[in-house]
């Protein structure tokens, strides 16, 4: 096997107390910018009332993040590759601060986009993360930390949401944004005092026509996925930006395979481990997703329908919050099952951890207790699949992509849950109850999008079984600091 992993001498020589803090202040950043991506859902039925806009409008401050996510992560990674993963990541933070302080001072609908736009364009933190670690870690560290950054973002987003909901409740929105501010300057400053420059690099010259291409493919799928259902299916306009997405996506790949320096390396992308891990990752970002969009609701719904529970947003918050907890502990068990059995192994237990908690929810829907247990469940089996995905992916790019290889696999992830939005809100549309002058989700329409969840965890398992199976004890060659490759023994490595 050709590929490569990035760890230097200096690297495995390192005393545990720096790998320690390398490891801590990645995942502290992980947890800034997951956080900034929850904190603004407590106020997003107030927004038209703030930013005196309508709701559709408003709705923009939400996609303007989606978007700029998408098109920022690949190109933040193969940047970080390229010209430093550490100076990129510093770049991510100080656009999430920009962003937030741009949100602070908004008053009007205008900024308030830009400053989510700025906060979106932050998203490559947690791949570019991954990455560092990569290149800086002992081998033996690698594992865990990366399943350990890779919960970040569950734990961000559990804690982000009730603390969101008390600010909300209690103080002015805008203190909101400027927390977000605070911690990523935090985060910006742990990073330039503790985190080190990696020394593995591709250099070369950054194709600008590709992301452009890719920018504008990526922009106008999103843009029809989450905004079809306002603007309609069947419409012109959403018709339109399916088809565009098409042909520029399609350009595009041809484009890449002819070009020497790629922003994508497709023929990489297209390696059966590379590949069916990508897959899968799309069919999981849409299976916690879709958890993500139903517990709240069922939580929030009026008892009088039957089945909503009648609680409050922080209640939500509360809810869920152990579910990124639980998520972080199941790094270190990822991590030993991988280690031993291989990420393909691990990856499909997590698949089937995550069916068995929407089958759970189905049957069990009626008390809060039973939303903490499903949430529970399905983060654990979350936990486990989002350890595994970087190792699969390291395992099969050379250490000169990691972050391009890296970004590219929460690229799929976010596409996954933006197609779970779409068809949820669909499924939940359609399936309604009239209560009072208002229609309602059904219950039946809840369990539906819980099987679907199901059934997109099935969907990954069956992509899952398509990797390479687990070779344990392969050798691969990493660069040195002076530049020679030298034996490092990679774990859950395939060919």
Same mark, same amino acid.
């Not at 939500?316 to 990124?324: D, E, F």
């Given at each position: ?271 059966? /481990? ?48 152990? /579910? ?52 529970? #469940?399905?983060?654990?089996? $979350? ?43 669909? #499924? ?64 859950? $490595?395939?060919?």
């Amino acid at each position: 096997m050709s590929d490569t992993v990035a760890h230097s001498a200096d690297a495995r020589g390192s005393a545990p107390p720096r790998s320690n803090a390398v490891v801590a202040v990645l995942a502290l950043a992980g947890i800034v910018v997951s956080l900034m991506q929850t904190l603004v859902i407590p106020i997003v039925p107030e927004l038209p009332k703030f930013l005196d806009a309508s709701a559709s409008d408003a709705a923009w401050a939400v996609t303007a993040t989606l978007l700029a996510a998408a098109v920022a992560t690949p190109v933040a990674g193969r940047l970080g590759d390229m010209y430093g993963k550490r100076r990129m990541l510093l770049v991510s933070l100080a656009l999430l601060v920009a962003g937030s302080v741009v949100c602070a001072l908004s008053e009007s609908l205008i900024p308030m986009i830009v400053g989510r736009a700025l906060q979106g364009l932050a998203a490559a933190v947690v791949p570019l993360g991954i990455s560092i670690m990569r290149d800086e870690l002992p081998t033996e560290r690698l594992a865990g930390s990366t399943a350990l950054m890779s919960a970040s973002l569950g734990v961000g987003g559990a804690l982000g949401l009730p603390s969101a909901a008390f600010i909300a409740d209690n103080f002015d929105w805008h203190v909101l944004f400027w927390t977000s501010a605070a911690l990523g300057v935090v985060a910006a400053v742990l990073v330039t005092m503790l985190v080190p420059e990696s020394k593995v690099r591709t250099g070369g010259r950054f194709d600008l026509t590709g992301s452009l291409g890719m920018a504008a493919g990526l922009v106008s799928l999103l843009l029809g996925i989450s905004k079809g259902g306002d603007w309609g299916w069947t419409s012109g306009t959403t018709l339109g930006l399916f088809a565009f997405a098409v042909v520029v996506l399609l350009a595009w790949g041809v484009f890449e395979l002819r070009t020497a320096q790629p922003l994508v390396d497709l023929r990489t992308t297209a390696r059966r /481990q590379v590949l069916f891990t990508n897959l899968a990752s799309i069919a999981f970002g849409f299976s916690m997703f879709a958890m993500s969009l139903v517990l709240p609701q069922l939580l929030q719904l009026p008892e009088a329908t039957g089945y909503g529970l009648g609680r409050s947003m922080l209640t939500v918050g509360l809810v869920l919050a152990p /579910q990124g907890l639980v998520m972080m502990a199941m790094a270190p068990l990822s991590a030993a099952i991988s280690k031993s059995k291989g990420p393909k192994v691990t990856l499909m237990l997590g698949a089937v951890i995550v069916a068995a908690g929407y089958s759970l929810n189905i049957a069990l829907m009626s008390e809060v207790w039973h939303l903490v247990m499903v949430s529970c #469940v399905i983060g654990a089996g $979350v936990g486990f699949a989002y350890g595994a995905m970087p190792a699969l992916i390291m395992g099969a790019v050379p250490a000169s992509e990691t972050a391009a290889a890296n970004s590219l696999n929460a690229l799929m992830r976010s596409i996954g849950t933006s197609i779970a939005s779409a068809i949820a809100g669909v #499924v939940l549309a359609q399936m309604t109850i009239s209560f009072g002058t208002a229609a309602l989700p059904s219950e039946s329409g809840f369990k539906v999008v819980m099987a679907i969840g199901a059934g997109a965890a099935v969907l990954a398992f069956v992509l899952a079984a398509f990797l390479p199976r687990h070779r344990p004890g392969v050798v691969a060659a990493a660069p040195a600091a002076s530049g020679r490759a030298e034996p490092a023994e990679v774990t859950g $490595v395939t060919s």
